[in-house]
């Protein structure tokens, strides 16, 4: 199909979901640029070879693979037109985002209980990376949830229906990828010494 044909609503509705994909696309060159760093960085003299990631990174794997989960039967359930479990399932989304966040922090915290911080004397190229990573993601994960909100508030105003979900499905897609992100992130981050 030319992308040119169809109505106005049709090139609409495919540009905003190109744009989406030309940033993801340029999120993972970046995270993929970081992480490279990560591994060359990694024969340095001062590296830390037995460093563990906090329990709290371990808990907000587990907590951002379950939004993803409540953000699609979300999807689902605006699908079927079943509106209360729709907001339900947001809600839960919401909620499962902002603890994923407090748990990052958390593991900052354990992070700096161990003596390593950002920067400073007590700092440490390892630490400064995995701070670098997180961070980065975390502030991808806050315009996930402004992204959630809107959604939120525009299912409220009965925005979305079976054939209107666009800017529903933006914000999915966007969902899915940080929470498929941040696996690879900890997966790479555990594993990756």
Known sequence: ?????GTLEEKNSRAKKMMLWFGIISLIMSFAGWTSAFVVSSSRPDWLKDFQ?????????????????????????????KRQATTL??????IL??????NQFSGFQQI?????????????????YIYLIAVVHILHVIVGIICLLVVIYNHFKQKYNVSKMLGFELASTFWHFIDILWVYLFLFLYFIR
């Open 53 to 81: 990631l906090p329990n709290a990174f371990i808990i907000s794997t587990i907590v951002i693979m379950l939004s993803s989960g409540s953000f699609f039967l979300a999807k689902n359930a605006l699908k079927n037109g």
């Open 112 to 128: 700096i209980d161990l003596g390593y911080n950002f920067t400073g004397p007590t700092s440490n190229v390892t630490m400064s």
């Open 1 to 5: 199909m030319d992308l040119t044909e």
């Open 89 to 94: 399932f947001l809600f839960i989304t919401l």
């Open 97 to 102: 985002g902002i603890i994923f966040i407090f």
